[in-house]
């Protein structure tokens, strides 16, 4: 079983960047798939960036690519997410996965097994 902790939100101006960190329990985290999902007000939770545990590959969603980076180190247990050029239209809360079905990251929600507890990260123009 797998814990992970959020944390690096906050409030932050337009053009802004932030770095978001989930740190993992656990003594197998380079064997998990990792993603980052957000949730805004009232909108259904979106996906946001996926790397892989088996080649650390990674995979964006079009909003955010070119602007984000998503980058993991299995020595620390913790995964990052970049945030560059923010836009308040990426205000949500953000939340970490991690899963091990499948040998690269899902961009699907479901297909993760665990959960962090999100951290807010507002946007303000």
């Known amino acids: 079983q797998v814990q992970l902790v959020e944390s690096g939100g906050g409030l932050v101006q337009a053009g802004g960047s932030r770095r978001l960190s989930c740190a993992a329990s656990g003594r197998t985290f380079s064997n998990y798939n990792m993603g980052w999902f957000r949730q805004a007000p009232g909108k259904e939770r979106e996906f946001v960036a996926a790397?892989?545990?088996?080649?650390?590959?990674?995979t964006y969603a079009g909003s955010v690519k070119g602007r984000f980076t998503i980058s993991r180190d299995n020595a620390k247990n913790t995964m990052y997410l970049q945030m560059n050029t923010l836009k308040p239209e990426d205000t949500a809360v953000y939340y970490c996965a991690a899963s091990q079905r499948r040998r690269y990251a899902s961009i699907f929600g479901s297909e993760y097994d665990y959960w962090g507890q999100g951290t807010q990260v507002t946007v303000s123009s």
């Open positions: 790397i892989s545990g088996y080649d650390v590959s990674t």
